[in-house]
């Protein structure tokens, strides 16, 4: 691969960066342009290559050039640490193998949610538990997002696709293609040394939150009944997992703290923050050196020798943050809680809920993880829908077409479908005649990205109402495996993983929350349930709890959704009856032997991936 002599002895992070690309000057021309570097922008970019080599190579298409710009000189910080089946397939489908996601960060089995009593009681919380894929079938992570975005940024380089950080789009000047320009728009670029022009065929908006082209187009709809906001830092757990006072709690799970108020995230990831970057971008070239060599994965080195050959800075964080409603009343001072508004309504939450409080005592704060400031982060209003998403010569993907909540972690998990679907129709947008047979593309992106937010934005808020009761704060999660993983196409889930078939999953799979049988679950709970962030009544609790296990009962007489449930929860059976006494189902991970480190079973993988140890538990334990 070509690299770049250095106009100075010490390059900045985007010299560095760009020098990975084959070409790192910017083109006269390029078939997209997408504005933004984050991780649906590469998502897409990936895609859109691989499925223009696919019909290159078939001899129906040909090779498309695709440049990304990313203002920032580096990927930097961002929220949003879990990730799901759907992007393991995806990255099981571009060639990225388990073994090295493995190295750079946190292995997951599942999600936990815990729902706490609203009257603040110790006593009296339920729990609801569910396995993740194997280990030897597709990772689910826990990540840190500067290091996914730096994976995926030298992976797409290694393509062909130029990636150029330090590089502002100047949205002001964009002239999108249209009909009276003979089908060409263009991009003005300008970066540290200079400015430069890149004609173009589309322009994809990837800026996330800041829609930069997709605010043009329309405003923001702000969807009912409640918005959330979201405060979180930094932590390290002082002492051992065994010690928080939650049943059953591990660390390799997404753990969900739900209260009538919202939900607490707490998640164990492994941070690299610190460690400079051109040693962060030979180590993962190296890992994906051995990736390319279909190395097996004991092969690998572990994550202490990659630290240790690359001079790297590692250490495991915990993330613990709220999301709450914004009709949640606080107290009119909250002074006393903290120096600034997101530590003070984090303290105050956490004040309320014991066993929130004994978690809180085993963590200690982390101060300035990401930079000299924002040791507490806030963000609110994080429902948000953008009613266009694609226009003429232009479309918006990931965030920048809607957000609902990190709950169920949909921003990278279901919001990839967007990235997915447009890079699939990219190749036959750019060999359409004329203006209306492109339109038309762009429309049936818009039509797919219509009612997305919608069902998401329907299931975040059936799921923030029942969480105001224990008792029915479990039926959430249970109908969301329900109808997400009880479906046809997820027991076959392997059938996907194939590139030519991955984006028949993850441009259709929303949690379920686009199933009928879960629009009318919801549909029917949901008016029962609204009011304040408070305790329902016993009686609605009641009619909830018969409702669902009417209609639960109905869904499962049909046979349209399967799965082996006694494995996968734990307190149900194949038949979703409930029994309080069965704490057990499938075992998928176990802590290393050594460094005691969690990792997932698999029979290709003996070694614990983070200190190298070889375990002597390596199979799966299956629930009878």
């Known amino acids: 691969m070509k690299r770049l002599v250095f106009a100075s002895p010490t390059p900045s992070d985007s010299e560095c960066l760009n020098s990975q690309n084959c070409d790192s000057s910017i083109p006269s021309h390029s078939d997209v342009v997408v504005i933004g570097g984050g991780i649906h922008s590469l998502i897409y970019a990936i895609h859109a290559h691989i499925k223009s080599e696919s019909l290159r190579q078939s001899g129906s298409g040909r090779a498309i050039s695709i440049t990304v710009l990313e203002k920032s000189q580096s990927p930097g910080y961002k929220i949003g640490e879990s990730t799901l089946t759907t992007f393991g397939v995806w990255l099981k489908s571009i060639g990225i193998s388990n073994a090295l996601l493995w190295r750079l960060f946190g292995v997951k089995d599942g999600l936990a949610f815990y729902f706490l009593p609203h009257n603040g009681d110790r006593d009296g919380y339920t729990d609801f538990c569910a396995n993740g894929p194997p280990g030897d079938s597709v990772a689910t992570l826990q990540i840190e997002r500067k290091i996914s975005e730096l994976l995926l940024t030298l992976f797409a380089q290694r393509l062909g696709v130029r990636v150029l950080h330090g590089h502002s789009a100047n949205i002001d000047s964009v002239q999108l293609p249209e009909a009276d320009s003979g089908g060409i728009g263009h991009v003005d670029v300008l970066n540290g040394s200079g400015q430069g022009q890149i004609s173009t065929d589309l322009v994809v908006d990837g800026t996330g939150r800041f829609r930069r082209l997709a605010s043009k187009a329309s405003k923001t709809t702000r969807l009912p009944p409640f918005n959330t906001d979201a405060f979180w830092a930094y932590f390290e757990m ?34 690299w923050e610190g460690s400079p ?12 050196d051995f990736n390319a060599a279909n190395t097996a994965p004991d092969s690998y080195p572990s994550t202490h020798q990659l630290v240790e050959k690359f001079k790297l800075k590692f250490r495991w964080v915990v993330s613990i943050g709220y999301a709450l409603r914004n009709d949640v009343v606080y107290p009119d001072d909250l002074n006393s809680y903290g120096t600034c508004e997101a530590e003070r309504k984090f303290k105050w939450i956490t004040s309320r809920y014991p066993r929130m409080q004994e978690l809180m005592d085993q963590h200690v704060l982390i101060t300035d993880l990401y930079g000299p400031k924002p040791t507490w982060f806030i963000r609110k209003s994080l429902t948000y829908q953008s009613p266009v998403a694609a226009g003429t010569g232009w479309a918006a993907i990931g965030d920048a077409t809607g957000f609902t909540n990190p709950l169920y972690s949909p921003g990278i998990n279901c919001s990839m479908g967007t990235s997915v679907f447009l890079a699939e129709k990219t190749p036959k947008y750019l060999a359409a005649q004329g203006s209306t047979a492109r339109r038309a593309i762009l429309d049936s992106y818009n039509e797919f990205c219509g009612p997305r937010i919608e069902n998401l934005h329907r299931m975040n808020v059936g799921n923030y109402l029942l969480f105001r009761s224990p008792q029915i704060g479990r039926l959430g999660p249970l109908w969301q495996y329900l109808c997400g993983t009880g479906n046809a196409e997820w027991q076959h889930i392997e059938d996907f993983t194939q590139f030519d078939r991955v984006a028949e999953l993850v441009t259709t799979w929303e949690w379920g929350a686009n199933r009928p049988e879960y629009i009318s679950f919801m549909d029917n709970i949901i008016p029962l349930l609204e009011g304040a962030p408070d305790a329902p009544s016993k009686e609605v609790v009641d009619k ?4 669902s296990e009417k209609m639960i009962a109905e869904v499962i007489k049909t046979g349209k959704y399967r799965n082996r449930w006694a494995g996968l929860f734990r307190y149900y059976d194949d038949d979703l009856a409930f029994h309080p006494d069965k704490i057990s189902r499938d075992v998928l991970a176990s802590r290393c032997e050594k460094c005691g480190n969690w990792r997932m079973l698999s ?22």
């Open 277 to 288: 970057l051109p040693n962060l971008i030979a180590m993962i070239n190296h890992l994906l």
């Open 238 to 271: 002082s002492g051992d997992e065994s010690d928080i006072p939650l049943d059953h709690y591990e660390s390799c799970h997404t753990n969900h703290i739900c209260i009538a108020e919202g939900w607490a995230w707490v998640i164990r990831l492994p941070s």
């Open 544 to 547: 909830v709890l018969s409702l």
């Open 603 to 624: 029979a290709e993988m003996k070694k614990c991936p983070i200190c190298g140890t070889t375990n002597k538990v390596v199979a799966i334990q299956r629930y009878n």
